[in-house]
Each structure stands twice: as C-alpha cells, then as structure tokens.
C-alpha cells in the first residue's frame, strides 16, 4: 500500500512525529520488559572475544555511530574506531583478528558502506549492521542483523531510523557490557530502565513543536548557524548542523563546545545564531561557559535545555527550547527533536522542498 502523509504537511514532519511509536517499537527487540535486561537477537560468535569496535557509516547514520562510540567506550570499555565509510576504504585502516566492524544505514544500500562493510569481511571482521531495510544488500551481508523497525522511511532527510539507530546501538552497548561483566544486574536495569523511558520523553520534546514553530522566523533569515554539544550530544550538534543544511539550504556547522574557541569563535557576530544543546548533567557547567564566551561577542543564543537549565543559564538568551528533564543516556534520543524540528520549521519559514531537498538522494548508490 502507498505510504501517505496522512494529516501531516510532509512526510519529514509525520516521521519526527512518529519517533515515540517507533522507538518503542524498536525497543521492543532489544530489551525484556518484565525482566529488565537488553536482549539481542542470536548471537553466534563469542562477544567477549571483541577487542575492538569499528564503525563506519554516512550522513545522519554516521552521528548515530558517533553517539554509539561514546556508550561503547563508557559502558564496555571496548575501544572503537570510527570514520565515514568514503574516508574508511581509501586510508587503509588496521583491522586486526578480534575486531567486530559495525556498519549503520537507514537504506542497508549506501555504495560507499557496503563498500567499507565488503572490505572488512575480506579483512576477517565480524561483521554487524544496524539497518532499517531488513532485505537490504548489507543486512544479507552480515554475521549479525540488528534492525531497526522505524517503518519506511520517505523524507530525504533522516530522522526516525536515526533515533531508532541510537535505541539500538544504546542495547547493544549496554549488551556488550553484560558480556564482559562490566555491569552489575542493578546497572543493566536502570540502563533498561532508562531507555524504556525514552518514548514518553520524546512525546515531551514533541510538545514543543509550536514553540519551535514561532521561533524558526529567528533562524530563517541566517547566512549561517552554528551548534554546539558536548560529549554525546557534540555528535547531535553536528546532526542538527546537517538537518539545517539539508532541507533549509542555511550553512551551519555543528562543533564540539570546547572546541569552539579554537576557530568557531571568531564567526560570531549578531547576525550568526548558536543553537547550543546543553542537557543539565555532568556535562552543563562546561557547556554554558562556552555559552557565556559566544554571548560575550555578541552571539544570540538559542539555549535548548531543561527547566532546570534554563532557569540558570537561559538569562539573555535570544530564545530558549525546554526539553524534559531526561538521564544522560538517553538525551541524544530526546535532543534530535528539537533540532529536527527546528531544521524542519525553518524550511517551511523558507518554503523550500522539505521531502525532495535539492540536490540530494535518499539513497546513494554511487561512490
Ligand atoms: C543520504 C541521505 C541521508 C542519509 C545518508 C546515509 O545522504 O540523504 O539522509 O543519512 O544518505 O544513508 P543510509 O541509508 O546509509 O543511512
């Protein structure tokens, strides 16, 4: 059956809406409700036996491997090596006995993923994919499939099978963990616990899409934005950057907080927006003292954060995006609303084509 847009204006804005359904859904897969752990599908190689992660993917699904990096790290102290598969091929990368190469890609068809993904089966990797077309030529190549069932997707623009990827990557590195004895029961399940929370919160970040929608007329008339994050939502920054860039022609970059006062900085201006992502948590302090550096030259800040953040540090802000309050794992899930949103009202403000960008192709099977 054709897949229509129903009561939205885009196929882009009925996907972002959609996200709370299919990330439970994707869930579903990964984790036991009643007992509280990740559950993958059938595994059949020794998991402990991985001594190293690498990812390779393009686009959005590159950010999700981004993301994926830091939980492989943090959760199963398994060290990983990332690059776009475009770069991956061509710099002969070292991939040694023991090494689990992981591809992402909404399509499972991207020429240049798969060509990574054909050189590290020949290079003797085992071989994961996280992919959202479940017949797709890199889910039939793999030792281990791990889809995601964030429906089809039509919008040029990917925004489901991204928040998808991340509920899968998310379990997979939590399972990885369970393997190598690096979390306790107790661990597992708040893990389990907070990504069970992640639809509700999602439902939350949607609440504010009329907020988003009044303040896009704050970012339409901009030359050039840029987003800042930090840690696991420094990838996320550079996803909203993409976003932007993809359906509303505006260049944008998106850069690490810390980072910025090594060039960034000295764009800022009043006519250049800094959209900064800053969950309250572990990372804040330092994400609003770079807040502070861009608001001391004059930037106009556009402060997406909880309430909590935003009553300390949403003062002078040309405008503020208030999130749910959500736990640090799952905030990367949470903020690509936002600027999902943001990419997509600004477009609208521009009257460009949401679903069929120019230039650019859902699926790139040219290298
Ligand atoms: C194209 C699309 C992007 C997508 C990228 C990777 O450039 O326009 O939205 O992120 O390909 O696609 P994949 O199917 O491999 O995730």
């Known amino acids: 059956a054709a897949i229509e847009k129903g009561n939205y204006r885009h196929f882009m804005q009925k996907e972002i809406f959609e996200q709370p359904t299919v990330v439970a859904q994707t869930l579903r897969s990964y984790v036991r409700q009643l007992e509280r752990t990740v ?78 993904l054909r050189h590290c089966k020949e290079a003797g990797q085992t ?60 661990e597992e399940r708040a893990i389990v616990d907070h990504l069970l929370e992640a639809p509700a919160c999602l439902n939350a970040a949607l609440d504010h899409d009329d907020d988003i929608a009044q303040m896009a007329h704050l970012i339409a008339p901009a030359r050039d934005v840029l987003y800042l994050g930090r840690g696991p939502d420094y990838p996320l920054a550079m996803e909203g950057a993409l976003k932007l860039k993809e359906i509303s022609y505006i260049h944008a970059e998106g850069y690490a907080s810390g980072e910025m006062k090594h060039g960034p900085i000295a764009l800022i201006d009043d006519h250049v927006p800094v959209v900064v ?16 550096e861009v608001r001391a030259r004059g930037g106009k800040i556009v ?44 477009a609208c403000a521009k009257g460009t084509d949401v679903d069929q960008p120019r230039n650019l192709a859902k699926s790139v099977t040219v290298e």
């Not at 991956?88 to 068809?109: C, H, K, M, N, T």
């Not at 992502?277 to 502070?292: C, D, H, I, R, Y």
Request: proline share 7%; hydrophobic share 50%; with cysteine.
């Open 39 to 116: 559950a993958l599908p059938q595994i059949d190689f020794d998991i402990t036996s991985i001594n190293r992660v690498t990812i390779v993917a393009c686009g959005t699904s590159f950010y999700a491997g981004m993301v994926a990096k830091y939980w492989f790290e943090m959760f199963a102290r398994v060290p990983v090596d990332i690059d776009v598969a475009s770069e991956f091929r061509y710099r002969d990368p070292v991939l040694e006995p023991g090494g689990l190469a992981l591809f992402i890609s909404q399509s499972g068809e991207t020429a240049d993923t798969l060509a990574a």
């Open 127 to 186: 071989i994961a994919v996280v992919v959202n077309v479940p017949t797709s030529s890199m889910a039939r190549e793999a030792d281990l499939l791990l889809p995601t069932h964030a429906g089809p997707e039509i919008g040029v623009a990917s925004t489901k099978a991204f928040t998808c990827q991340l509920a899968v990557l998310a379990a997979l590195a939590a399972h990885f963990a369970v393997k190598k004895g690096r979390l306790s029961k107790d």
């Open 277 to 292: 992502l800053a969950p309250s948590g572990p990372l804040f302090e330092k994400t609003v003292s770079n807040m502070q």
């Open 303 to 346: 402060l997406i954060s909880d309430a909590e953040g935003i009553a300390e540090a949403g003062e002078g802000c040309m405008a503020t995006i208030e999130m749910p309050k959500v736990h640090p794992l799952i905030a990367p899930l949470v903020y690509a609303v936002p600027v999902q949103l943001l990419a997509y009202h600004v």
